[in-house]
Nanobody, 118 residues
Framework: QVQLVESGGGLVQAGGSLRLSCAHSGTSDVINAMGWYRQAPGKQRELVALIKSGGSTEYTDSVKGRFTISRGNTKNSVDLQMNSLKPEDTAVYYC????????????WGQGTQVTVST
């Protein structure tokens, strides 16, 4: 069973930084992509950043230049460095994994709260 374990959320003042980490376990399938989505109260879940198996990255426009996604210290993990945080970055951040088995499967972490105060 695939599990995603997230860490690193919390409360920070505007302009500050946080680092989120996500590690997966429970599969030896090819991992097509890992990344982060977020959902603010009353809003739809949106992509924040994604890193694909070939190393290419994708960011939502509002975080470009401020957030950086990278592979973690272990091959089964991914980090999201968030700098120059803004109150509008406040949301629950969900780790995302897409794996290629018989079909393509998607998995989600439980979410970690990021709160940016003014």
């Amino acid at each position: 069973q695939v599990q995603l374990v997230e860490s690193g959320g919390g409360l920070v003042q505007a302009g500050g930084s946080l680092r989120l980490s996500c590690a997966h376990s429970g599969t030896s399938d090819v991992i097509n992509a890992m990344g982060w989505y977020r959902q603010a109260p009353g809003k739809q879940r949106e992509l924040v950043a994604l890193i694909k198996s070939g190393g290419s990255t994708e960011y939502t426009d509002s975080v470009k230049g401020r957030f950086t996604i990278s592979r973690g210290n272990t091959k089964n993990s991914v980090d999201l460095q968030m700098n120059s945080l803004k109150p509008e970055d406040t949301a629950v951040y969900y780790c995302y994994l897409e794996r290629l088995g018989t079909f393509t499967f998607e998995h989600w972490g439980q979410g970690t709260q990021v709160t940016v105060s003014t």
